[in-house]
């Protein structure tokens, strides 16, 4: 596709159940980013890949949260046991190259009752 | 640790205003910067990127400045359009890694 894609764009989900967001990049990019965004609130870095090898994982915010791209370009995020905490718009972005501009897809937002 | 602010928080303003967004970031090593808008529920639009030995990025009626050793970019909007209301997001991209660090965001609204 022409940009990045993420599904899907709402997810409900009750408190305790797991969640799996899908990241689709921009063909070719090899960086590809996860980031948080909390109502009223700037995104906020979760994890980063560099082909299928996640190079910084210093943002996820406890061990319940996991992202994997096994074959360098879909890219999924996944939250265990979700808490009302959990709840924002989860953004994906990807990179031609590691300082390149970021192109962001539409988000995931999530909200956990 | 890199923290970047945004003033003001929002803005108002009527149409045709020439207008300036400030952004500030405490640690001027930085690999670049970047100027994002982001409309409501929408992504984030990539609007400019300024390296960090350029001074200043123009688009149109765009203009973004960058002052590293301060450690302050400003954007300037020219005759501002109701269409240009949004919220507008700058970033900044250290030396290490490709993550960006965001302030919260200037939320604009340009009223006919």
């Known amino acids: 596709g022409a940009g990045v894609s993420q599904s899907p764009r709402y997810k409900v989900a009750k408190r305790g159940q797991d969640v799996a967001l899908r990241c689709d990049p921009i063909?070719?990019?090899?960086?590809l980013f996860w980031y948080q965004q909390a109502l009223g609130q700037g995104p906020e870095f979760l994890t980063y890949?560099?082909?299928?090898?996640?190079?910084?994982k210093s943002g996820l915010p406890s061990d319940r949260f996991f992202a994997e791209r096994p074959e360098g370009s879909v890219s999924t995020l996944k939250i265990q046991r979700t808490q009302q905490e959990d709840s924002a718009v989860y953004l994906c972005?990807?990179?031609?190259?590691?300082?390149?501009?970021?192109?962001f897809g539409p988000g995931t937002r999530l909200t956990v009752l | 640790k890199q923290e970047v602010t945004q003033i003001p928080a929002a803005l108002s303003v009527p149409e045709g205003e020439n207008l300036v967004l400030n952004c500030s970031f405490t640690?001027?090593?930085?690999?670049?910067l970047q100027w994002f808008r982001q409309d409501p529920g929408k992504g984030l639009t990539s609007l400019l990127l300024?390296?960090?030995?350029?001074r200043e990025q123009t688009s149109g009626r765009l203009n973004a400045s960058l002052d590293k050793s301060s450690g302050r970019s400003t954007l300037y909007i020219a005759a501002s359009q109701p269409g240009d209301s949004a919220t507008y997001l700058c970033?900044?991209?250290?030396?290490?890694?490709?993550?960006?660090?965001f302030g919260q965001g200037t939320e604009l609204s340009v009223k006919p």
């Open positions: 640690d001027s090593a930085i690999y670049n």
């Open positions: 972005a990807s990179s031609l190259a590691e300082g390149g501009t970021q192109y």
């Open positions: 970033a900044v991209r250290g030396n290490q890694g490709g993550k960006l660090i």
């Open positions: 890949f560099q082909n299928e090898a996640q190079l910084d």
């Open positions: 063909s070719g990019h090899v960086s």
């Open positions: 300024i390296q960090s030995s350029q």
